[in-house]
């Protein structure tokens, strides 16, 4: 048998590859925003599919947006309202979007607003009707097998707990890992993950009790873990509702993406967690207790470790600084490096989506 010398030159090529021309900034990436109350035009290098935005220095809601419902809408992950439309607000375009002066990240109140735009990027259309892939309810959205992420909408017939448990085509070549569902009327949404105990258990977010703990209820996803075709919704209008869904599906894509979990153990020292790639976005949630959904990048504060600016997906709070230098953004994953309860605390545990900015093989220490 053969041994290669001990050298990240000699480990595989990761699916999304720079070397072969396909980088991960294709597919995600993170842009700053600064507006004293002017359009902003966002270029991320790409036609974003989905759009998740915060203003930094002010206490207003996190914003969503995405090309399957279309221009000017929002959804927000902070709160249980219904998808808002506004003129002037958000125009996708070939390489990101203009947010107009009505947008959050646009917001000026005698003085300049910093924000974050996080993107992705699905790119291809589909259609699916009931009975068709496996689906029992017909589905529309756009999705990237490459990236392992798609969008999906979808009407159940839940008025609250009264739906029909279904099943619906999600467009990935895999099975999903983490899925965010919302409803498009006023309901508190919730997150699906691999993560957690099993299919039985759901997180909320969407809403202003997002820091719940997991909770076992087949009514969220019918008790059923997705195939690679299709998700499953229970009887429960968080998943299931009658005005309409919306919901946004990752899985693990080799150099790109990661969705796990750990477990903490209350020390400075804390876990060290491999994804495969030097991470540019992290978000954690304490599924085993109560937590805030906390969102770290390598833009914020700057392009050294630690990452310490934290933005709470669950909270409309302006960026906090997290005490004890919480997390280092490694060559080929992060480091937690504090006690606080939000990432940290002994025998809990954490679930968490990561996406980067370059895979390991191609990694430089931060």
């Known amino acids: 048998m053969a041994y290669l010398p001990l050298s990240t030159a000699n480990l595989p090529d990761p699916a999304i590859n720079p070397a072969q021309g396909s980088s991960p900034e294709d597919y995600f990436n993170t842009v700053l925003t600064t507006s004293t109350g002017s359009t902003?035009?966002?270029?991320?290098?790409?036609?974003?599919?989905?759009?998740?935005?915060k203003a930094r220095n002010f206490a207003?809601?996190?914003?969503l947006h995405d090309r399957v419902r279309g221009d000017n809408k929002r959804l927000k992950s902070d709160a249980?309202?219904?998808?808002?439309?506004?003129?002037?607000?958000?125009?996708?375009?070939?390489?990101?979007?203009?947010?107009?002066?009505?947008h959050n990240l646009g917001y000026h109140a005698g003085g300049t607003t910093t924000g974050v735009v996080w993107a992705w990027k699905a790119g291809t259309s589909f259609s699916n009707s009931a009975g068709?892939?496996?689906?029992?309810?017909?589905?529309?959205?756009?999705?990237?097998?490459?990236?392992?992420?798609?969008?999906?909408?979808?009407?159940?017939?839940?008025?609250?707990?009264?739906?029909?448990?279904?099943t619906v085509y999600h467009g990935l070549s895999q099975a999903p890992e983490m899925i965010m569902f919302k409803p498009l009327d006023t309901y508190d949404g919730a997150v699906y993950h691999s993560g957690l105990t099993s299919a039985s258990y759901r997180l909320i977010l969407f809403s202003a009790s997002g820091t719940t703990t997991q909770a076992s209820d087949n009514g969220f996803f019918n008790g059923t873990a997705p195939t690679s075709s299709v998700f499953s919704?229970?009887?429960?209008?968080?998943?299931?509702?009658?005005?309409?869904?919306?919901a946004y599906c990752f899985h693990s894509v080799e150099g790109f993406s990661k969705f796990g979990s750990y477990t903490g153990n209350g020390n400075a020292d804390g876990p060290f967690v491999y994804t495969g790639f030097r991470p540019a976005f992290v978000m954690t949630k304490k599924s085993s207790g109560t937590s805030n959904w906390n969102i770290i990048d390598?833009?914020?504060?700057?392009?050294?470790?630690p990452a310490d600016n934290a933005l709470l997906a669950n909270a409309a709070y302006a960026e906090t600084i997290i005490t004890g230098n919480p997390v280092d953004l490694?060559?080929?994953?992060?480091?937690?490096?504090?006690?606080?309860?939000?990432?940290n605390t002994s025998g809990q545990t954490y679930i968490y989506m990561a996406f980067a900015e370059n895979p390991f093989k191609y990694s430089n220490a931060r």
């Open 80 to 102: 249980n309202t219904a998808e808002e439309s506004y003129a002037n607000y958000v125009v996708f375009d070939a390489d990101g979007a203009d947010l107009g002066t009505n």
């Open 132 to 166: 068709t892939n496996g689906a029992s309810i017909a589905s529309s959205g756009s999705a990237s097998t490459d990236s392992g992420f798609s969008i999906v909408s979808y009407t159940g017939d839940s008025t609250g707990t009264d739906g029909t448990a279904s």
């Open 298 to 305: 390598d833009h914020r504060p700057s392009e050294y470790n």
């Open 330 to 343: 490694l060559s080929n994953g992060f480091k937690i490096r504090t006690t606080e309860g939000g990432f």
């Open 40 to 53: 902003l035009s966002v270029d991320v290098g790409f036609a974003a599919d989905f759009l998740w935005t």
């Open 233 to 246: 919704i229970g009887s429960r209008k968080h998943t299931n509702s009658n005005g309409g869904m919306i």
């Open 60 to 63: 207003r809601s996190h914003e």
